[in-house]
């Protein structure tokens, strides 16, 4: 029998080349998606308070960004839009002038190398914060459906290559997949937030697009955090409607969520390191608590390692920068 002291696990450990070959899970740029805020304007770069070294850019900021991180390695952006107006409906979200369309037209054209996603909801359109349209006191569901399948049919138009709904409505997934269809892009892939958790970790998101709901709460359509089971139901809805990836949002308190749908599902699954996780990590790095680096490569390995394919992160370019010099 193979016990202790023929078995020494610890034979394997004893020098990086030796951890090299053995290492089990290995981070790349090109797992990493970032987020991009944009808005109207020319040489826009607002630092956003809660978010250190994230910013709100104008679409020419975006594009520099864009080159950046592509010669980096980091390959794709998810773009979320700061409209100039808000209304009931949330109707900037479908105009193909706004901030976040510009900014598609001018990343495909001027940095072709990098893959464009869209962030597909109302809520930083609607002047009461919520992710669909208000009726009698509450968001209705279908309602919001023709106006979430607008809104990425304009993104599709623009330019984007893939539309990720992130509202929690039932029944949006194939609502835009139909929508995209019908006007000729079939080819537009469809990144669902399946199991999104209604969360504390999406504070400074909120903050950078002025989007906390005006009165109560997304309980009522994003999932509650206690539930691993239903968000299954929610990975498996997607997939029947045309989902083309499915996404676990936050990561760090839900790597079990993650795990599980690894081994349940083959589709492609992404995982959300959402705001409030990356705030964390700034605010502890400020103060001189923990050592970002490690701390950030660690974060992001674990949740390669609980079955995620790819991460959205606000770590992408300091976590691209690491580990081009090689401090993993
Ligand atoms: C909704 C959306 C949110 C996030 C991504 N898309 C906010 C919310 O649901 O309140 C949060 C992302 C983050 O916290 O980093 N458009």
Avoid at 78 to 94: H, M, N, Q, V, Y
Avoid at 102 to 130: A, F, I, N
Avoid at 161 to 174: F, H, K, L, Q
Wanted: glycine share 6%; charged share 30%; aromatic share 8%.
């Amino acid at each position: 029998m193979t016990f202790f002291p023929t078995v020494r696990l610890r034979r394997l450990r004893r020098s990086p080349a030796l951890r090299a070959l053995v290492r089990e899970t290995r981070l790349s740029p090109d797992r990493f998606v970032t987020g991009f805020f944009v808005k109207h304007g020319r040489g826009v770069r607002e630092e956003i308070s809660s978010l250190p070294g994230v910013f709100r850019f104008s679409p020419d900021e975006a594009v520099a960004e864009a080159q950046e991180l592509e010669s980096l390695g980091v390959l794709a952006a998810i773009l979320f839009g700061i409209p100039d107006r808000k209304d009931d409906t949330g109707s900037e979200a479908w105009n193909d002038e706004a901030a976040v369309q510009e900014t598609v037209r001018r990343l495909k054209k001027e940095v072709p190398g990098m893959l464009v996603v869209t962030d597909v909801c109302l809520d930083e359109y609607t002047s009461h914060g919520h992710c669909g349209v208000i009726r009698d006191g509450e968001v209705d569901n279908d309602a919001t459906l023709p106006l979430l399948a607008k809104a990425a049919v304009s993104q599709a138009r623009a330019g984007s290559d893939v539309v990720a709904p992130s509202d929690m409505m039932d029944g949006r997934v194939a609502a835009i997949r139909r929508a995209l269809d019908e006007n000729g892009f079939d080819q537009i892939a469809i990144l669902s937030y399946s199991a999104k958790s209604a969360s504390a970790f999406y504070g400074p998101f909120r903050e950078a697009a002025d989007s906390a709901p005006k009165f109560g709460d997304r309980r009522g359509y994003q999932m509650d955090a206690a539930n691993r089971r239903e968000a299954m139901r929610e990975i498996e809805m997607d997939l029947r409607e045309g989902a083309d990836v499915v996404m676990v949002k936050p990561a760090l308190s839900y790597l079990d969520v993650i795990r599980e749908a690894r081994a349940r599902f083959d589709a492609p699954i992404a995982a959300y390191n959402v705001s409030g996780e990356y705030a964390m990590v700034k605010a502890a790095a400020a103060k001189g608590w923990i050592d970002e680096k490690r701390i950030v490569l660690e974060i992001l390995t674990s949740i390669v390692r609980a079955g995620a394919d790819f991460i959205l992160t606000y770590h992408a370019k300091d976590a691209a920068r690491w580990l081009k010099d090689g401090i993993a």
